[in-house]
């Protein structure tokens, strides 16, 4: 039995690339320490993965920016447009160029397009592809890192990203022909790297192929045949193995067992249940890697489940013939558990129920000792540990709180419901409100000043007390709202000035939830996010934004909209507990939303958005899976809303939207005003609204917040006369197209008063 890791986290246990990155970007420090740190990350993750007693090391897992692009750069598919800087700079200069844009010496060349690598928060660097697309050999970054785990006195497994993959993540840049038809050409290149790894000495290759685990067109599934039957026969030496993850292998099994390649890895955590028929279908020529941590959650692993996944592969096909994994690679995972010290942040109960990407190394260490004749003493003293706290989890009075899951358990499809239905609160809502044709707002945030942060980062250490901290962010709403209101806006909002983060304010406020100090996982490029742990039953101590908006509101004759973050994006953006179904932690959640959101109305808040942008992320890899997610995640929204009177008007807002193939489920989530960005894909996305007759009322928004740039009175009403020719101007509302918290106030303030005139132009026509 072999254990290997499929990849380990390369931004350093203190976030050093990150800090050496941006420090490179804005001239800091210079090419030579940046490679100094970056090679610091990849001999320290060799050295504790071999100490750990690894069998089979990961190299080239490191990455300056992102895998994708590495191999962008590696096959050179450098688009066009990079040429210029290709002959000017260092080979990794171009690279950042084309993760960032380069706009520097007279140039002013766009970054190439970055997108979720597929259900992560990880984004990466999506490959442009033209018709007649060359490669070759560019960058030799994979023989570099292989040549310096050597040196490091290991015998690293290459990672490489499958080359169907790598295809398949693509985008074809011009009309007239198909990604996949690049294969034969492609192929070349990947022999040629596999030769230069053989010659240096490299054993076993891991290509990784989550594809495999999603739906494939037949094109895929015999491209795939194609390509590893050309690879094996050149190289009948190397071992293949077959990376797939993140679901199961499903209608793709047969295909995927019969490619001849030498060793093939499932994920054991997301689809547990192929065991059996993969056990069942595998040749055997094959060897089988069982993905048996999770590599995407920071849950400690269940030993004695493990044992039992691993007895049973062993039994059937030996032990010579499986490998142990963690699922996918711990790319996803926080660094390293020993770092979270601060009891008072994270208490010492809870830590023991978790595992970060050291810890999960040594749970493989120890999986495979266990499974052998003769564990060792500290191995059966891990086994114990595990089962200790693997108990203490189950039973914990942090955990389970019988008055939440009492409620789940009463909760019905009548408590989803709102009083009437649409048309009737729409009047209703009418009459109470009063608005204008084409109403004004804005998304919830205003800008989020430096001195705004100063001010929260000297509360937090003391510099500040509370009471002179809650004046200051008063101070700063008042001068919003009074400005809100000066430029005519209609519908206004507090600023969220109080808010770091969308998730984290709730988190902090909601039971169930704990915090790291240090669980970065590497979000794109040198960000990190940290996401919250959901470990318990959810509930809402106390009300989170009433003290808020009701300030905001009894500063105003005007309507001010309370902000709530939804269900499904609180959900969607957590370390979720594995020990019940999402559904069930999202039902929770949102029954402590559906608390807030009374709340406020009792507070005399009669408009409330509950921003959902995580929605349409947070759908399965596989279409057969969708409608049961929808489901449950549209439901869980709903609970969220359906609390309030007729006369109350529910906003929900999502950004990133690509809504055709869901907007069924969209209109099902009966917000009575949704707001969307759209100021980027424009009418394609307004027609699916359009042709699908969407009811409700809808602010497309009218300008892009992600850049600077101020968009032009005449500019927003052209986009909104051509909505108004697709959906009724009284379903119409005007607004930005997400919140404006990245801004500065100066854009800010010139975007939105064209945006007041461009609403007023419009109305002068009705
Ligand atoms: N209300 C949030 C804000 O304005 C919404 C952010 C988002 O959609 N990502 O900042
Ligand atoms: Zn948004």
Redesign the pocket.
């Known amino acids: 039995m072999q254990t290997h890791i499929l990849g380990y986290p390369r931004i350093g246990s203190n976030r050093e690339l990150k800090k050496a990155c941006e420090n490179y970007w804005s001239g800091k420090i210079v090419l030579d320490e940046l490679l100094e740190v970056g090679k610091t990350i990849s001999q320290n993750n060799w050295k504790l993965q071999q100490e750990a007693g690894i069998d089979l090391i990961p190299c080239n897992d490191f990455s300056y920016y992102d895998q994708v692009l590495d191999m962008t750069l590696t096959v050179g598919a450098i688009p066009e447009r990079y040429q210029e800087i290709a002959f000017k700079k260092s080979e990794l200069d171009l690279y950042f160029a084309m993760a960032r844009g380069f706009q520097k010496d007279g140039l002013d060349i766009t970054a190439m397009e970055m997108t979720k690598w597929f259900d992560t928060n990880y984004h990466y660097i999506v490959p442009e592809f033209q018709k007649n697309q060359e490669f070759k050999l560019f960058s030799n970054k994979i023989i570099q890192e292989f040549i310096s785990a050597k040196q490091a006195g290991i015998n690293a497994k290459p990672v490489i990203i499958g080359l169907l993959t790598y295809l398949l993540l693509g985008k074809e840049k011009e009309e007239g022909f198909h990604k996949l038809d690049l294969a034969q050409n492609l192929v070349q290149v990947y022999i040629q790297i596999l030769k230069e790894l053989e010659n240096h000495g490299a054993e076993y290759i891991q290509f990784d192929e989550p594809f495999l685990a999603l739906d494939l067109n037949e094109k895929a599934k015999k491209t795939y045949q194609f390509i590893y039957t050309e690879i094996r026969k050149q190289f009948p030496n190397l071992k293949f193995i077959v990376a797939t993850y993140f679901d199961g292998l499903k209608d793709n099994l047969s295909m995927a067992t019969s490619l001849p390649i030498d060793v093939l890895h499932i994920d054991l955590v997301r689809s547990p249940e192929q065991l059996d028929e993969v056990l069942h279908t595998i040749p055997n020529t094959l060897s089988l890697s069982l993905g048996i941590v999770d590599g995407r959650n920071i849950w400690k692993n269940d030993f004695s489940q493990s044992l039992h996944f691993i007895k049973k592969a062993v039994e059937k096909i030996g032990s010579e013939r499986v490998f142990i994994a963690p699922s996918c690679s711990l790319l996803h995972s926080p660094f390293d558990l020993d770092s979270e010290k601060n009891e008072e942040i994270l208490s010492p109960e809870i830590k023991q129920w978790l595992a970060f990407a050291k810890q999960k190394v040594y749970e493989i260490v120890n999986l495979k000792k266990l499974a052998s004749e003769n564990p060792d003493y500290n191995a059966l003293q891990a086994l114990a540990e595990n089962k200790n706290a693997i108990e203490n989890r189950k039973t914990s009075t942090l955990i389970h709180n019988q008055d939440v899951k009492n409620r789940v358990d009463v909760t019905t499809e009548e408590d989803a419901k709102r009083n009437s239905p649409f048309n009737i609160r729409k009047e209703t809502q009418q009459e109470v409100l009063n608005l204008p044709l084409f109403p004004t707002t ?4 205003f800008p989020q000043t430096k001195e705004v942060r100063t001010w929260r980062a000297k509360f937090k250490k003391g510099e500040l007390n509370a009471e002179q901290y809650d004046n200051l962010l008063k101070q700063e709403t008042e001068r919003t709202i009074r400005w809100q209101e000066e430029i005519g806006i209609d519908v206004l ?1 507090h600023g ?1 000035f109080e808010r770091n983060d ?1 998730v984290e304010y709730f988190g902090e406020q909601l039971a169930g939830f704990a915090f790291t100090q240090n669980g970065w996982v590497q979000s794109y490029g040198s960000r990190c996010v940290k996401p919250p742990v959901i470990f318990g039953d959810v509930h809402r101590p106390n009300p989170m934004t009433v003290y808020w908006s009701e300030y905001a509101q009894s500063l105003t004759q005007k309507w001010v909209k309370g ?1 709530l ?1 939804g269900p499904v994006t609180i959900l969607q953006w957590s370390f979720v507990r594995d020990d019940q179904p999402r559904s069930t932690t999202c039902k929770q959640i949102a029954l402590a939303i559906r608390d807030e959101v009374n709340d406020l109305e009792k507070a005399g808040i009669r408009i409330i ?1 509950i ?1 959902e ?1 995580a929605i349409r992320e947070g759908l399965p890899l596989r279409k057969s899976d969708w409608q049961n997610y929808l489901k449950w995640a549209v439901e869980a929204f709903r609970i969220s809303a359906s609390g309030v009177e007729d006369a109350t008007q529910i906003h929900t ?3 990133y939207s690509e809504f055709n193939d869901i907007i069924q489920n969209i209109a099902d989530m009966d917000a009575d005003v949704i707001t969307i960005e759209c100021s980027r894909s424009q009418m394609e996305l307004l027609n699916a609204f359009a042709d699908f007759k969407y009811p409700n009322e809808i602010g497309p928004g009218v300008y892009d917040i992600h850049s600077p740039r101020v968009p032009s009175k005449e500019e927003m009403v052209e986009l909104l006369k051509k909505v108004q020719a697709v959906i009724p101007a009284q379903q119409l509302w005007v607004n930005p197209d ?4 990245t801004r500065h106030w100066d854009e800010t303030e010139k975007a939105l008063i064209a945006m007041v005139e461009a609403s007023r132009e419009m109305s002068k026509e009705f």
């Open positions: 804005t998304i919830g945030s909002v969220e969308m902000m973050t958005q921003d942008p807002h999502m950004c997400c919140g404006l918290k």
